[in-house]
């Protein structure tokens, strides 16, 4: 497997806050990444660490731990377009390629 | 700014034929490009790393005689499905990162070719 884990589904309310995980396994770690996915569409970047903490933009901020092998996004004050796939992934090799976890479907309701 | 075209959105073509996608970076040049591939409800798994002038790197049970990979310019990757079969209809997306940024930069992506094959 590619040893970056993150929940499958997740469902939360309009205007609320919610937190998506991230669990990761590598020998060589350089840069932990959240991208956002609609259906059919190509991922589009949120938010990256290269160290350890929180990093806030705007709505949306991600936190690192690296000796944790552990990261989250923080998405605030929801809205009905955050429903979309939300995707983690750790860079790694020489070129920094990008390995993606499962990705989790967050469906935000009324 | 690092806007990433890939051409074209989708094809359908037939079991047996070849197919062509073209992977450009508008206003950026980009000496490394990836190759994703996405089937339905899953996640975006790496297939190869494109490099400008050189030999793409496969990942691990990825063919390369199947999938060429050509990288001729700081602008443009192709990646050519040969003898395309069905299992090999999916969602492809080419990803880039600018000359001289840091390796620890996110990569920018195109928006992907979804490939069917009859």
């Known amino acids: 497997g590619q040893n970056i884990d993150q929940p499958t589904e997740m469902t939360a309310t309009e205007g609320a806050i919610v937190q998506i995980n991230c669990t990761y396994q590598?020998?060589?770690?350089?840069?932990l990444f959240w991208y956002q996915q609609h259906a059919g569409e190509a991922p589009t970047f949120l938010s990256y660490?290269?160290?350890?903490g929180l990093e806030e933009k705007g709505r949306f901020s991600s936190f690192l731990s690296r000796s944790k092998g552990y990261s989250y996004l923080l998405l605030k004050e929801l809205q009905m377009k955050d429903s979309a796939s939300y995707l983690c992934?750790?860079?790694?090799?020489?070129?920094?390629?990008?390995?993606f976890g499962a990705g989790t479907r967050l469906a935000v309701h009324p | 700014g690092a806007v990433v075209s890939q051409h074209p959105s989708w094809v359908i073509c037939k079991s047996g034929t070849s197919v062509k996608i073209e992977c450009r970076s508008l206003?950026?040049?980009?000496?490394?490009m990836f190759w994703y591939r996405q089937f339905p409800k899953q996640s975006l798994m790496l297939m190869a790393t494109?490099?400008?002038?050189?030999?793409?790197?496969?990942e691990q049970g990825v063919e390369k005689d199947k999938f060429l990979i050509n990288h001729a310019s700081l602008t443009l990757s192709t990646l050519t499905v040969t003898s395309a079969h069905p299992e090999d209809s999916s969602f492809y997306i080419c990803?880039?990162?600018?000359?001289?940024?840091?390796?620890?930069?996110?990569?920018?992506f195109g928006n992907g070719t979804r490939l069917t094959v009859t």
């Open positions: 206003d950026f040049q980009a000496t490394t």
């Open positions: 590598t020998s060589g770690f350089n840069g």
């Open positions: 494109s490099n400008e002038g050189s030999k793409a790197t496969y």
């Open positions: 992934a750790y860079g790694s090799g020489g070129y920094n390629k990008l390995i």
């Open positions: 660490n290269v160290l350890d």
């Open positions: 990803s880039a990162r600018a000359v001289g940024v840091p390796q620890n930069s996110p990569l920018h």
